[in-house]
Nanobody, 114 residues
């Protein structure tokens, strides 16, 4: 069983930046894909970005060019650098890790004010 602990959420003005972190523990040697989903009020959870153990990345069209996902395998941590934030990026951001079953973090709130 993999445990995931997210950090780095908060309140930021539009155009600002935040970096989310997600540290994994337990069963870490089985982890391949890691990444982030988000869920805004009244909306379905959507995939934001993911990264394989080898570093291959994938992004939602809505965040391409603004968000960067990275991973430190030695620290079992995945990061999401979010730049040029928009009010529509406001959501709870959830970290996930596939090992191989999907494991979820508890989420961290990101609020972007206009």
């Amino acid at each position: 069983q993999v445990q995931l602990v997210e950090s780095g959420g908060g309140l930021v003005q539009a155009g600002g930046s935040l970096t989310l972190s997600c540290a994994a523990s337990g069963g870490i040697f089985s982890i391949n894909h890691m990444g982030w989903y988000r869920q805004a009020p009244g909306k379905q959870r959507e995939l934001v970005a993911s990264i394989t153990r080898g570093g291959r990345t994938s992004y939602a069209d809505s965040v391409k060019g603004r968000f960067t996902i990275s991973r430190d395998n030695a620290k079992n941590t995945v990061y999401l650098q979010m730049n040029s934030l928009k009010p529509e990026d406001t959501a709870v951001y959830y970290c996930f890790a596939d090992a191989p079953n999907r494991n979820w973090g508890h989420g961290t709130q990101v609020t972007v004010s206009s």
